[in-house]
């Protein structure tokens, strides 16, 4: 089939690659405009259309979907289906309209649930045992067009959600690869989403990702966990904020107030609602990340000092 590829962060790679490596055709690639990065806010383009530039693709980065220019451009390329994955704009009907399969989107999760931007983050901060990807037919509403074809991966104790997304990511490019197969060949049927089990995922911000001491130790772990890389956890320490890599739940520890503080030479420990924490890579204000045990015999910890 011939194809135009949407998709903006390194996520999305390798579904391209997997797709620029199939019999299909990729005409072009739909990506984000390029954004301001780096201490000198210079654009940068997007990684996916990078890649794109590489392969010698033509890449379109329009601000709106809907753009008369970008729709007029669409047509004329003619594709047979669209495959999406992490674009990262809203799509409206009249580009919806266009290819003949219309588009098609690898999800990050086991739909209907965690329907959204953010549903390997979700999955991770409430604790599923099970996630996975598939691929569906995008229609108007949030994530809920029929579906083409899924998989399932485990979540590991220690998965952060960047570790798990960059799993799904490779699974999950051969599932969108061979669902281009499967409606190339007529050999797929989507099936309508079950009305039971729906849940949302919208994006974790930097206010969601702030640690709660009070809370249990498995939930300050699975919030640590679910914000690493992004939106980054964090707590105060003297008033400045203390950004923190994944935590370990320690069972046995020793009885600490939430928040409390307990350095020794190789950890330091935090008091929650139940057990404490022991702290892994932390980043104060301003400085590069480095080990817990560094930062509090760099900082001199008094017996007052907690992080709030």
Not at 284 to 299: F, L, T, Y
Request: charge should be neutral; hydrophobic fraction near 45%.
């Amino acid at each position: 089939m011939r194809l135009v590829f949407a998709g903006t962060p390194e996520t999305a790679l390798p579904a391209l690659d997997a797709l620029l490596a199939s019999a299909h055709e990729v005409a072009a690639v739909v990506t984000r405009p390029d954004a301001p990065a780096g201490r000198g806010r210079r654009l940068v383009a997007s990684p996916v259309a990078e890649r794109a530039a590489e392969a010698g693709i033509e890449v379109l980065k329009p601000a709106k979907a809907g753009d008369p220019e970008f729709l007029d451009r669409l047509r004329a390329i003619a594709p047979d289906c669209c495959p999406v994955v992490a674009y990262g704009a809203l799509l409206p009907e009249a580009a919806l309209a266009i290819p003949r399969h219309g588009w098609v989107n690898l999800h990050f999760s086991l739909l209907p649930a965690w329907r959204g931007a953010a549903p390997v983050q979700h999955a991770v901060l409430h604790g599923d045992d099970m996630t996975g990807a598939a691929t569906f037919q995008i229609e108007k509403g949030l994530d809920t067009g029929p579906v083409y074809g899924v998989l399932t991966e485990p979540i590991r104790p220690d998965d952060t959600a960047g570790a798990l997304l960059d799993r799904l990511a490779v699974a999950g490019a051969r599932l969108l690869a061979d669902t281009m197969d499967g409606i190339e060949a007529g050999a797929l049927d989507p099936r309508p989403q079950p009305a039971e089990g729906v849940s949302v995922a919208p994006k974790l911000t930097p206010a969601d990702a702030r640690v709660d001491w009070r809370a249990p130790a498995h939930r300050v772990d699975r919030l640590v966990r679910a914000c690493t890389p992004a939106p980054g956890a964090w707590t105060e320490f003297r008033g400045a904020r203390l950004k923190l890599g994944p935590v370990r739940p320690v069972p046995d520890g020793p009885a600490l107030a939430p928040g409390e503080l307990a350095a020794g030479k190789r950890e330091v420990l935090v008091g929650t609602a139940t057990h404490p924490v022991a702290l892994g890579e932390v980043r104060p204000e301003g400085k590069r990340p480095m080990a817990a045990a560094d930062w509090a015999r760099g900082v001199n910890l008094v017996g007052k000092d907690a992080l709030l």
